[in-house]
């Protein structure tokens, strides 16, 4: 099996593949997964594609890989596996982290992956009738480090060069300020049918639903978070909110987890960029 590094005139290859799986087809996701990490693929006889799947490498230790997607047309024939096991040697020897559909799970486990917790998408329109005043700020250019610095001790490994693009893309990024100090931000992108909330990083559960509010508020439409499953009490107060579970996916890792501060990381990016 021939697998090619991809560009971005691949881009509307993979945005097929994803409607040929009945996924959303989130051109905007795919724009930023092509400019933070590496796409790869395999091709058809006639030069389209058959499969693909992006790797995003946070420094040497971690990285994320994701949207793998094979088409229906060629399922079964190995197109899966050999990605991921292009994309593990490419990323050793740092630690492979991923957010599986049930699909992908048995694929993985068979290639050394672990379930690591579930992870609940929530979706819904935020119907919270806010009595206090916001808590978080709108952040400014200058709160780039700081959010970094914060990221990177939660996450436990550096996303800058992800952050700084996120941030562009993003509706609005929030900060919590303690004494003059960020101890928490969160962002809002637009996609296809929704608009996602992540990550959420908040020095405790009061910090995060300020947040979420925050951003939730200015949102016009549906919002989408993907929370971790031990973030239970977030998960009652969301569905108070009018948010419900639409999907579960398994959190997996192939290798050690970044030490970092995850009770502080209440909502990843998204499933792509973990
Ligand atoms: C998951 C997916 C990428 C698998 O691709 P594939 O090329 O068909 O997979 P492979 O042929 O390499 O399969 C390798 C093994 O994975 C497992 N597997 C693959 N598809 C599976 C499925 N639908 N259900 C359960 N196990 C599956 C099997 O163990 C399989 O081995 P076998 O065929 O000998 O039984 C493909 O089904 C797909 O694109 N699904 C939709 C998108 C998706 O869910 N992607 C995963 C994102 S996390």
Redesign the pocket.
């Known amino acids: 099996m021939h697998i090619e590094r991809l560009t971005p005139n691949d881009l509307a290859g993979c945005v097929g593949?994803a409607v040929d799986?009945d996924?959303q087809p989130e051109e905007p996701k795919w724009r930023l997964l092509f400019g933070v990490g590496d796409a790869y693929g395999v091709r058809d006889e006639q030069g389209g594609l058959a499969?693909c799947a992006v790797l995003t490498r946070y420094g040497p230790s971690a990285a994320v890989?994701?949207?793998?997607?094979?088409?229906?047309r060629?399922?079964?024939?190995?197109?899966?596996?050999?990605?991921?096991r292009h994309v593990l040697a490419a990323a050793a020897p740092a630690t492979t982290l991923?957010?599986?559909?049930?699909?992908?799970?048995?694929?993985?486990r068979?290639l050394g992956f672990e379930d690591v917790r579930t992870a609940n998408v929530w979706v819904g329109r935020f119907g919270l009738v806010r009595v206090d005043s916001p808590r978080s700020r709108p952040a400014i250019s200058a709160d780039l480090g700081p959010i970094v610095k914060l990221d990177s001790e939660v996450y436990g490994v550096d996303r800058a060069h992800m952050l700084a693009r996120l941030f562009s893309a993003a509706e609005q990024v929030r900060v919590l300020e303690e004494d003059g100090e960020i101890v928490g931000y969160a962002t809002r992108y637009a996609s296809d049918d929704w608009q996602a909330i992540g990550p959420v990083v908040a020095p405790d559960e009061d910090g995060a639903q300020a947040l979420i509010t925050d951003l939730a508020e200015g949102a016009e439409g549906p919002v989408r978070i993907d929370l971790l499953d031990d973030q239970r009490n977030l998960g009652e107060w969301l569905t108070g909110c009018g948010l419900a579970t639409v999907y579960q996916?398994t959190f997996m890792r192939h290798g050690s987890i970044p030490e970092g501060r995850p009770a502080q990381m209440f909502a990843p990016v998204g499933?792509a960029l973990g």
């Open positions: 593949l799986r996924w499969g890989l994701s949207n793998l997607l094979v088409a229906r060629h399922e079964r024939q190995g197109i899966g596996a050999g990605l991921v991923l957010y599986a559909t049930t699909e992908g799970r048995e694929l993985y068979r996916a499933h």
